[in-house]
Structures are given as structure tokens and as C-alpha cells.
């Protein structure tokens, strides 16, 4: 069991940093808003941390999930930042998604510190944090990913290094920009079967055990063809992410033609004033249009 701080909790990182608390590791959270920190800790028991480094002082291990590429370098090396505090030998591991950039400026001066840095960015929505059941893109060297695997265990179903600092991040780019083609996929299918006079429910019931099923048909059909978006990956993070995507495939040469437009069609569903709604909701722009 280690003495892990956890940085962060939004709707991933609250029940990551419980799923640390069962497991037995004794675990501090920082979080901007002190009474969702407050509230974690009358669940989880533990303590809360009024600064990231106050909460990473001693610790063995730091974990973090915020917002951005501002918000991750301002708890590590902003004012109070975590590295400060970190003592050399231990390890921060990051489940922000964030660009490669920022992963390797800040995995450097990690390293600068005598601090491990393990990028590892998650995939499976809220629901996964929620139930234990992340898949986790790991980029640093062997050595860290040992060190930090054993313990994200607690909340995932799979953990694999990817390569060197950025290359989870990396991996995590290709996820996202593979979830935007399938969502406008799934919805036009839908869409179609609507106007088409067909059964949804009954058409994705023939075709989810085939060429066509996904994660996505599985576990968003029904919501999609119910109209209800207020759950799950928000449209506002989606569009962050596609963000990072486009600007890494103009840093390496990569074409997105597909995923570039699908981000436009986001921004439409940012401006119907969906932009907290699930990324699945590609399918209410589609019905605007009629």
C-alpha cells in the first residue's frame, strides 16, 4: 500500500481517487472547490489538502486529473505547485489528457527534480471511473510505469506503457479522433433508421452483433434514440481533445479530414447550447436539420 495524493476531483478523478481509498492506500486530495474535497473525504475518509503541494508533501506517489494543459502545469509548477514539494524518488502519474507538448516540458523538468513521470491519460467515460474498469495509455520509462501500474490497478481494467514521455498522450489522440468518426457513424445510422420508418432498438439489435457494433452502439443507442444527453464525455471536453488532435496532425503531417469536420459539427452542437451534453449527441444536429 503507498501514500498517494490525488489531484483533482471532477467526475473522473472523484471516484478514481476512491477506488485508491478502498484499495487500501492512504490517500490526500486537492481539488480547487475545498467542499467537493471536504465531501470526499467524509466519504472516503483520508485527507484533504488546501494546495497541490501541501497535498503532495510525503507523499510516495502523486496522481492527477484536471483540465487542460494551464491547469496541469499550474499544479505542478504554478504557485504551490506539487514538484516543489515532491520529494526526488517519488512519482507523478497524469490522467489528464493533454497535449504531448506539455507532457514532455513537464515530464523534463520532472526529471530535472529527480521525480519520476508516468503520462497516462484514460478511456471508458465516467462510468468506468466509476466502476473500476479504465483503460490507461501509459507513456515514461519501464521503470516508472512499474512503479505506477500496481497501483492504478484500483481503477483499471487495462494499463499498457505505450513508449517514452508523450506517448500516452499520444495514444489517447488516436482514441479520440477513433470515438469521433464512430459517434457521426452511429448517429447517421440511426438517423437514417428513424427516417426510414425502422425500430432503432430492433436495427441495432441485428447489426450490434456484427461489423457495425461498438462500444458506442452498445452503450449509447438507446440514449440517442431516447433524446437524453445529460450524462457521460461533455461535447465542450470532446472538442478540447479534437483540439489537441488537429494540432498534433498539423506538428506531424498526419490528415484528419474526417475528424476535422466532425469537430465543426460539435461546434454546432456547442451552439444549440449542448456544449455539456454527451459527445453522443452528434444525432440532435442531425435532427435539427430536418
Not at 444527453?229 to 506538428?251: P, S, Y
Request: net charge negative; glycine share 12%.
Amino acid at each position: 500500500m503507498a501514500k498517494v495524493t490525488f489531484l483533482g476531483l471532477g467526475v473522473m478523478g472523484y471516484p478514481m481517487a476512491g477506488h485508491l481509498a478502498a484499495a487500501g492506500h492512504e490517500v490526500t486530495v486537492y481539488n480547487r472547490s475545498t467542499e467537493k474535497a471536504a465531501r470526499w473525504v467524509e466519504q472516503h475518509k483520508g485527507r484533504m489538502a488546501k494546495t497541490p503541494a501541501d497535498a503532495a508533501a510525503g507523499a510516495e506517489m502523486v496522481m492527477a486529473c484536471v483540465g487542460n494543459d494551464d491547469d496541469l502545469r499550474a499544479i505542478c509548477v504554478g504557485p504551490d505547485g506539487a514538484f516543489g514539494a515532491m520529494a526526488e524518488g517519488t512519482l507523478f502519474v497524469d490522467h489528464t489528457t493533454v497535449s504531448a507538448k506539455v507532457t514532455r516540458e513537464l515530464a523534463e523538468q520532472a526529471r530535472a527534480a529527480g521525480i519520476g513521470f508516468v503520462d497516462a491519460p484514460v478511456s471508458g467515460g465516467q462510468a468506468g471511473a466509476e466502476n473500476g474498469q479504465l483503460v490507461i495509455m501509459c507513456g515514461g520509462t519501464q521503470a516508472d510505469y512499474d512503479r505506477a501500474e500496481p497501483v492504478m490497478d484500483a481503477y483499471a481494467k487495462l494499463a499498457k506503457r505505450m513508449g517514452d514521455s508523450g506517448a500516452g498522450q499520444l495514444a489517447k489522440m488516436v482514441n479520440q479522433i477513433c470515438i469521433a468518426g464512430l459517434v457521426q457513424g452511429l448517429s447517421e445510422g440511426l438517423h437514417f433508421a428513424e427516417k426510414a420508418g425502422l425500430d432503432g432498438r430492433a436495427v441495432v439489435e441485428v447489426i450490434g452483433g456484427g461489423a457495425a457494433g461498438s462500444w458506442q452502439m452498445v452503450n449509447r443507442h438507446e440514449t440517442m434514440l431516447d433524446d437524453h444527453f445529460d450524462h457521460g464525455f461533455a461535447v465542450d471536453w470532446m472538442r478540447k481533445d479534437l483540439a489537441i488532435c488537429l494540432a498534433t496532425a498539423e506538428e506531424t503531417g498526419a490528415s484528419l479530414p474526417v475528424t476535422a469536420l466532425i469537430d465543426q459539427f460539435y461546434k454546432d452542437v456547442q451552439n444549440m447550447g449542448g456544449g455539456r451534453w454527451d459527445t453522443s449527441s452528434l444525432i440532435k444536429r442531425l435532427r435539427a436539420l430536418d
